[in-house]
């Protein structure tokens, strides 16, 4: 029987900068040379909404090095969408908050309530990246406490590149044709490996011969990430047993494995520790379709295995 891929994207970037220097030793606080001291260095935080345009496609963790802040109708790989703050314990910390920490998942939950507003739907149904960025220990040993929430567009559902854009992503998920939906795709497996090793997962317009749907989110219970790979797996596949029986409309019962096959993309540890515990389910009939499959019932997906 088909089983399932597993594919990891990281969540967390952490952003650099810079802090004023001490004055030299033995002085009043002017220079040496008897000129006054600069003003102090003002931490400038993070205004949205503001699209980035970054060399090469990838955030570098020094948040210093950024290009300025682009029109989103120039081309672009980032868009900030939201700023929140630390505030009472969170922000009396020594150092930013810790991945795991309940500080970081308030955080991440912000920030995925904002993307689904902007976006029309939750950012784990289309080809975006969600990040939540936190000052570096240097700045937040200067005084800064906010947190970004960050967008990037996928060029595919699998390998995480990233796509240059010249428009902003409000309603790139919209139910009404958002263009970042994944919807159908082609399912790919490894030359020469076994029959279930996938490689692939491309997006596919539903009306030509495709492998397989998005057919939702299966959100697991909170609790410890499954350190087991083989224990997460199947859980991962029980949970989204009832996500395609609902999207196809069949039932999940002992049949169901005689219909089709599944594909479970969940995310890593560090967004489990972050809040993001989603697994992306996909429907994977056992020879190619030429329709979507919602709501097609057992005539779209009829018992083809004994």
């Not at 594919?7 to 967390?12: E, H, Q, R, Y």
């Not at 503001?50 to 090469?56: E, K, Q, S």
């Not at 029309?120 to 969600?130: E, V």
Request: neutral net charge; proline residues 10%; aromatic residues 6%.
């Amino acid at each position: 029987m088909r089983r399932a891929v597993v594919l990891v994207v990281a969540a967390v970037t952490l952003l650099g900068g810079c802090a004023r220097p001490p004055a030299p030793a033995a002085t009043d606080g002017d220079l040496v040379n008897g000129w006054p001291m600069l003003p102090a260095a003002t931490l400038i935080e993070p205004v949205a909404p503001a699209c980035y345009p970054l060399p090469g496609g990838t955030a570098s963790a020094d948040v210093t090095s950024w290009p300025a802040p682009v029109a989103c109708t120039a081309p672009h790989e980032v868009e900030l969408i939201s700023v929140g703050r630390f505030t009472g314990a969170d922000a009396e910390r020594a150092t930013p908050p810790s991945a795991g920490g309940p500080a970081m998942r308030g955080a991440y939950t912000r920030c995925a309530d904002d993307a689904k507003t902007l976006l029309g739907a939750d950012w784990r149904s289309g080809r975006i990246s969600l990040s939540v960025d936190v000052p570096s220990p240097l700045l937040w040993d200067a005084g800064a406490r906010w947190f970004r929430c960050d967008l990037q567009a996928l060029q595919d559902i699998d390998r995480f590149s990233i796509a240059s854009r010249t428009t902003s992503l409000r309603g790139a998920l919209s139910p009404d044709g958002g263009e970042l939906r994944i919807g159908c795709v082609k399912v790919t497996t490894k030359p020469g490996g076994a029959a279930n090793a996938i490689d692939r997962i491309f997006p596919a317009p539903c009306t030509q011969p495709h492998e397989g749907e998005f057919a939702g989110i299966y959100e697991p219970p909170a609790g410890e990430y499954i350190a087991d790979g083989d224990a997460r797996s199947s859980a991962n596949l029980a949970g989204c047993r009832p996500v395609v029986a609902g999207f196809v409309a069949v039932p999940d019962d002992a049949n169901f494995r005689s219909r089709t096959g599944l594909v479970t993309m969940p995310y890593d540890k560090m967004a489990w520790e972050l809040g993001n515990r989603g697994v992306r389910c996909f429907v994977w009939p056992p020879k190619p379709v030429h329709a979507s499959l919602r709501g097609a019932g057992t005539k779209g997906l009829p018992i083809t295995i004994a």
